[in-house]
C-alpha cells in the first residue's frame, strides 16, 4: 500500500476560477496563481491513484474523491463538480468501479456535491449531513467569489442525511461519516475508512490553500481545532489523510496545518483584544511566514486575516479578494 504522493493536482473552491493574482495590500509578491478548476469536461484528465484494496483516490475537477469498489457496490465520496461527473464515472469504468450505489457528500459546496444528480440517475444513494441537503436545495450566492447557485433540483439533493453520525459496512471495510460542531461550513462531515486507515477531511484541511472559512454558512475558524484535535485522535503516523483540495497528506502535515492555524487565529485574537483595527491587524501581516506555503490568488493572506477577524468578532463584512 504506497504511503507517500506526488499528485500535482489542481486546487480550488467552489468554481471560481482566476485569471490574476491578489497582490497582497501591504507587500510582497503577488501570491501563486492558481488556476482553479479545469473546464475542458470532454477532455478532462482524471487522475486516479490506488490506495489500498478497492481504494482508489480520484481527481478530475472540483474536490478531491475517494472510491472504495466491491460486491456491494462503490462508494465514492465527493463527486465534485457536475460537469465532471461523466469523467470521474469513465474513471471509475477503468477501475471496475462504476457500479456507485453509495455517494458521500463531505460538505454542500458544488465542487464536492456537484455530481449528486449525475450519480443519482444511475441509482445511487447520496449521504450528507442534514444541513448539506438544506444548502444545496436553498441555493445562494456567495459574495466572497461573486457566484451564485441556483437552488439543487431533486435529483441533485442527498437522499439518506444525519445528524451526528452514520457507519456504512460494505465491502468489508467500516466507514464512519461524523459531523462536528461548525468549522469550514456547518455541513462538514468527515469520513474515515477504518480497515484501510484513510481519512477524507473534506474541506476543514487543504493543502497548499490557506481555507475559506465559509462565514455566511456558519462557518467559523473556532470550529476547526475541536473537528482537527478529534481526526489527530483517531489516526496515526501510518494513516493516509486525504484533504478537500490538493496533494495527499498524512498526520504531520495535518498537525501543520492545525497549528498553523491556530497561531494566526491566536495572533489575530491578540491584536482584537489590543483594540487594533482590521487595518492595523491586516498591516501587521499575522501569517507572514506561512504564506509562501499556503496563500493564493484564491486566499490571500489578507483573505485569511479577514476570514478569522469575522469568526472571532462576529462581524459581516461582505468582504471581496482583490482579483
Ligand atoms: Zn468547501
Request: proline share 7%; charged share 20%; with cysteine.
Amino acid at each position: 500500500m504506497p504511503r507517500s504522493f506526488n499528485i500535482q493536482n489542481k486546487v480550488g473552491l467552489l468554481g471560481a476560477c482566476l485569471a490574476l493574482a491578489g497582490a497582497d495590500a501591504q507587500a510582497g509578491p503577488p501570491w501563486r496563481v492558481d488556476g482553479g478548476f479545469p473546464t475542458n469536461w470532454s477532455t478532462l484528465t482524471v487522475e486516479t491513484r490506488t490506495l489500498g484494496q478497492n481504494l482508489h483516490f480520484l481527481h478530475a475537477s472540483g474536490g478531491n474523491s475517494l472510491a472504495l469498489s466491491g460486491p456491494d457496490g462503490t462508494v465514492l465520496v465527493d463527486p465534485e463538480l457536475a460537469p465532471a461527473a461523466p469523467r470521474l464515472l469513465a474513471a471509475l469504468q477503468k477501475i471496475g468501479a462504476d457500479d456507485v450505489r453509495f455517494v458521500i457528500d463531505t460538505h454542500y459546496h458544488s465542487d464536492h456535491s456537484g455530481g449528486n444528480a449525475f450519480f443519482r440517475r444511475r441509482g445511487a444513494i447520496v449521504i450528507a449531513q442534514a444541513s448539506a441537503r438544506a444548502r444545496i436545495a436553498a441555493g445562494g450566492h456567495s459574495i466572497y467569489w461573486n457566484q451564485t447557485s441556483p437552488p439543487g433540483a431533486p435529483d441533485a439533493l442527498p437522499t439518506l442525511t444525519f445528524d451526528r453520525r452514520i457507519d456504512l459496512h460494505v465491502n468489508g471495510e467500516d466507514i464512519t461519516i461524523f459531523h462536528d460542531d461548525p468549522s469550514h461550513t456547518d455541513t462538514d462531515s468527515i469520513v474515515y475508512f477504518h480497515h484501510a486507515n484513510v481519512v477524507h477531511t473534506g474541506d476543514i484541511f487543504l493543502t497548499r490553500l490557506y481555507p475559506y472559512v465559509d462565514v455566511p454558512a456558519k462557518g467559523t475558524i473556532d470550529g476547526y481545532f475541536p473537528v482537527l484535535d478529534r481526526v489527530l485522535a483517531m489516526i496515526d503516523d501510518r494513516t493516509i489523510v486525504i484533504p478537500g483540495h490538493g496533494t495527499p497528506s498524512n498526520k504531520a502535515g495535518l498537525q501543520a496545518w492545525r497549528d498553523m492555524l491556530k497561531i494566526v487565529r491566536d495572533r489575530v485574537a491578540g491584536r482584537i483584544a489590543e483594540g487594533q483595527s482590521l487595518q492595523q491587524i491586516l498591516a501587521a501581516h499575522p501569517s507572514r511566514e506561512y504564506d509562501d506555503l499556503w496563500a493564493s490568488n484564491r486566499v490571500g493572506p489578507d483573505d485569511f486575516v479577514v476570514m478569522i477577524y469575522q469568526s472571532l468578532t462576529g462581524k459581516r463584512l461582505d468582504w471581496q479578494p482583490k482579483r
